[in-house]
């Protein structure tokens, strides 16, 4: 084998050897970007009932303090 051969075959070794990293840094990518979804649903949920449940007790604390007497 040539040298030119040599060195053109090392050249896709080590581009068939890249292209693989590659695809794996893709999956993995794509992985890490479905869990920061999966994360920032679930903080969404959670921050959403914790304002509800904020809401009711600020309401209830209120309606409790109300000074306005119903007639009997």
Do not use: P, V
């Amino acid at each position: 084998m040539t040298e030119k051969k040599k060195t053109i075959q090392h050249y896709k070794e080590i581009t068939k050897k890249l292209e693989k990293e590659i695809t794996e840094l893709q999956d993995e990518n794509t992985l890490l970007w479905k869990m920061l979804d999966e994360i920032r649903e679930s903080d969404i949920k959670n921050y959403t009932d914790m304002l509800e449940d904020i809401t009711r007790e600020a309401l209830t604390s209120r309606l409790m303090m109300s000074t306005t007497k119903g007639e009997a």
